[in-house]
């Protein structure tokens, strides 16, 4: 596919007016309030991974209502004081997957903690082990049309507080220090570290790449490809419902919460990504900080003939890097015995 999207010169002046709802803060503010009331540890259980380098445990936090909400926390065998926390969250149709998939960030040194996507798991990777008991509003069968017509009934208002609550989670883990914790994902996982970034004001770093629920109603007149594409497959059905749509996606829409987020922040981005288009991902980051008062480090890295796939290990190379200047992990642990 060749790039479709803006030039870059455009991308890199990139900065739309997007259309906030009056109560934007009001509406996570009260949402997070309410998830908050009570204690997010719910269960914290040792696993056998079968890796010799890695101790990881089941973990079951609260999230959106009050709902258990899975998560594998993992961190270097043998190493004893409290380390830098990474927060993970897993891209569009995925779970949590098994315990010894995901394990870049834990080898780095870093205490580590991949959330399970509520009501997702079924269509890549090893699946998911959290139900969404809310997904009953009008909406399609996807998760990124489910409760579309209301944002309170919304997948990603609940999905968005699960991220947030999954930050309260690693801060309360033993062995992490809670000042240093950082939101990292890729696609929708992307869009979900950008929405914590906004949420949470003492994160410590943001690393995004392909950001999903970026300059959404751009994406939408874009792509047709999933998970846009649902969005648009509902509304094309239910062709009076475009204006409820835009009101509930309003709310999720990650210029926004990039706009509020003050930490360090690195983006990545493939030019030729079909599935969240580049603008988006620009919009956030060219309007990123820009509420809060401070000038946060920010880095971008766009990648002209690569898809939604970005910079692959490249990217990911990039953000050790980076986040080792950021927050400087811990010792990597010696095998036992």
Known sequence: MPAFDLPMRELERHRPEVQEPPDFDGFWRDTLKEA????????????ESGLRLTQTWDVTFRGFAGDPVRAWYSRPAGVGEPL?????????????????????WVNAGYAHLLMDNRGQGDQYGNGGATPDPHAFAPGGPGPAARGLLDPRDYHYRRLITDAVRAVAAVRALPGVDASRVAA?????????????AGLVPDLAAVLV???????????LDLTDASPYGEISAYLSVHRGAQEAAYRTLAYMEGVSFARRA????????????????PSGAYAAFNRYGELTGVDPRKEIHAYPY????????????RQLDWLGQVLEPGPVSSPPG
């Open 36 to 47: 908050a009331q009570t204690d997010v540890l719910v269960s914290v259980r040792p696993v």
């Open 262 to 277: 003050g930490a360090p922040a690195h983006f990545g981005v493939g030019l030729r990504d079909t599935v969240c288009p």
């Open 84 to 104: 830098p926390g990474v927060v993970e969250y897993a891209g569009y149709g995925r779970g949590r997957g098994l315990p010894h998939e995901r394990l870049t």
């Open 306 to 317: 690569n898809g939604h796939e970005g910079g692959d290990a490249v990217q990911v190379r």
């Open 209 to 219: 790449t392909a950001p999903f629920l970026c300059g959404i109603r751009r994406a």
């Open 184 to 196: 990292v994902g890729n696609s929708q996982g992307g869009g979900l570290a950008l929405a914590v």
